[in-house]
């Protein structure tokens, strides 16, 4: 709800990717089967582009960016532009030797960096991409969304408990410290966007925020919710930036104090699932605060260009991980934990009370 008015009403034609495709393909005339195929494939496609998209970000994008802040070349000498070091560095990491500590709990190290890795692309499900790319639209989208994502604590601890390693062990031991204490007022400031729109319903959110903020010169300024509540947003995208272990939050894997964390036994696949994982979940913080504070797809011209500016919007909370990355150093554990408890939780809480406020009085 904006200025007291509530939010549109979900379309009623709104057709999601898996339908597309089981019309497109005929899928849908086989019943139950034709269905879970074409959500199989809808799931494969959508899944692929964030692939891509982490596979560029890691090897090449996450280099040049870094890079640019400090005054260095980077990757240049394979390809254009150095490109090709995204399959060298594939192929360099996959050809590894998986070394399996002696004393490991096998299971659980397995499984920590699948369970890091799918936690993330399991988010994307209830995300509205634009141009017709959706999963799935539940009532309760931004509830799962949040509730997938944390699941990587779980994969985090793991990694760190079965690696049989002090370092590793301690590094499992301060992501889910951090986790806990910055996941809350995630929350917490996601709610207050519910509050707004009135729905925790991942489309409704986006509908919501289509409506005009104010005009200026004949120009519609968007109610995006990260224009109607800066502070919120603000808020947000610290508490993301913590969510996801990047600078200056970085300490579950700090180089200069426990190795590498919890991924320091892990090499070969597993190494790249976990480092997959840790991408993948930069997106999908990218894309939550595309969904709810910058209105979606939303942008210019034609409906057919939303996956575009879905994905510029992305990027844009990508390079500023990066920018952080660069020009704040990392803060220590203790520090990283008073800011989570004593800053963003008070402030969190005291934004959903404002926002509840302003809120009933204009409705």
Do not use: C
Not at 36 to 49: D, R
Not at 53 to 72: C, E, L, Q, S, Y
Not at 110 to 129: E, K, N, Q, T
Not at 229 to 257: M, S, Y
């Amino acid at each position: 709800m904006v200025g007291g008015v509530p939010p549109l009403p979900l379309q009623s034609d709104t057709v999601l990717l898996p339908e597309r495709i089981g019309k497109l393909t005929g899928l849908d005339q086989f019943g139950l089967g034709g269905e879970l195929l074409a959500t199989f494939l809808a799931a494969f496609i959508v899944g692929n582009i964030m692939l891509a998209m982490t596979g560029v970000a890691g090897p090449w994008a996450k280099r040049k960016i870094t890079a640019a802040f400090t005054d260095r070349i980077a990757v240049n000498r394979l390809g254009p532009a150095g490109l090709l070091i995204i399959v060298a560095d594939s192929v360099r990491l996959l050809s590894k030797e998986l070394i399996v500590p002696e004393h490991a709990d096998r299971p659980a190290y397995d499984l920590a960096p699948i369970v890091i890795a799918s936690s993330a692309l399991l988010g994307f499900a209830v995300i509205p991409m634009g141009s017709g790319i959706h999963l799935a639209d539940p009532e309760v989208g931004l509830v799962y969304v949040f509730a997938v994502a944390g699941i990587a604590s779980i994969g985090l601890m793991m990694a760190g408990y079965s690696s049989a390693n002090k370092y590793s062990m301690l590094g499992g031991l301060r992501a889910v410290a951090q986790n806990i204490a910055y996941e809350i007022p995630l929350v917490v400031t996601g709610m207050s966007v519910v509050i707004f729109a009135g729905t925790l319903q991942m489309s409704a959110i986006v509908e919501a925020q289509a409506q005009t903020l104010v005009s200026l010169g004949g120009l519609d300024i968007p109610a995006w919710y990260a224009l109607v509540n800066p502070f919120a947003f603000v808020l947000f995208l610290v508490a993301n930036f913590a969510e996801v272990g990047r600078n200056p939050f970085d300490t579950p894997e700090a180089p200069t104090e426990i190795v590498a964390g919890y991924q320091t036994e892990y090499s070969s696949v597993y190494f790249v699932l976990i480092y997959l994982g840790e991408f993948i979940h930069i997106f999908l913080g990218g894309a939550i605060i595309a969904t709810i504070f910058l209105g979606g797809p939303a942008g210019p011209g034609p409906d057919g260009l939303g996956i575009v500016w879905f994905i510029i919007k992305i990027w844009g909370v990508f390079f500023l991980t990066q920018w952080l990355r660069s020009a704040i150093p990392r803060v220590r554990i203790d520090q990283l934990i008073e800011i989570g408890w004593k800053g963003l939780l008070v402030l969190s809480f005291a934004n959903l009370v404002i926002t509840a406020v302003i809120v009933g009085l204009i409705a």
